[in-house]
C-alpha cells in the first residue's frame, strides 16, 4: 500500500506532531540538512527539467511556447524535486559518521524517525510523483496551449 492511513491528519494534529518532532531535534547536524537540502532540491529540478525537455525536444525558452507550456514543463517538476532533495541531504549527513550517530540517538523510541523509515518514506512520495511530473512536464513540452 503506497498511502498510509495516518499519512491524511488534520492540520492542528499535524502542527501538533510537527512541534514535538522539533522540540526532539536539540543537534547541530541537523543544521546542516538545511543548505543541502536547498542544494539537493535546485539540482535535481534543474536535471529533471533537462530530462523532460531532452524527451519533449524542446524548451521553455522556445519563443513560440504558451505561458502554459512553460508552466506545465518546469512546475510540475518540483514536486518530486523536493523528496529527492531531501534524500540527497539525508544520505550526505548519515555518511558523515558523528552526525549519523547524533541523529540516530535522537531518532531512537520515535517510530519513523531513522534514517531507512525517513528515506523510503521519501521514497514512496518520489514513486508516486515523478511519473506524473514528468507525464505533465512531457505534455507541456509537446503540446501548444494557445
Known amino acids: 500500500m503506497l498511502l498510509e492511513p495516518n499519512l491524511i491528519m488534520r492540520p492542528s494534529r499535524y502542527m501538533q506532531e510537527a512541534r514535538t518532532r522539533a522540540r526532539r531535534r536539540k543537534s547541530k547536524w541537523n543544521l546542516l540538512l538545511i543548505p543541502l537540502s536547498i542544494l539537493g532540491i535546485g539540482s535535481s529540478w534543474i536535471a529533471l ?12 525558452l522556445d519563443a513560440g511556447k504558451s505561458d502554459l507550456s512553460k508552466i506545465l514543463m518546469v512546475l510540475p517538476l518540483f514536486f518530486p524535486s523536493i523528496a529527492i532533495g531531501l534524500m540527497f541531504a539525508n544520505v550526505v549527513v548519515w555518511c558523515i559518521r558523528p552526525a549519523q550517530k547524533a541523529l540516530d540517538r535522537e531518532a ?17 512520495v518520489v514513486a508516486i510523483t515523478l ?5 505533465l ?9 494557445r
Do not use: Q, R, T, W
Open 49 to 60: 527539467y533537462k530530462v523532460a525537455a531532452l524527451a519533449s525536444s524542446s524548451s521553455v
Open 108 to 124: 531512537e523510541g520515535h517510530n519513523g524517525a531513522d534514517f531507512s523509515s525517513s528515506m523510503k518514506g521519501l521514497a514512496k
Open 131 to 135: 511519473p506524473l511530473a514528468l507525464l
Open 137 to 145: 512536464s512531457f505534455v507541456g513540452g509537446i503540446i501548444e496551449f
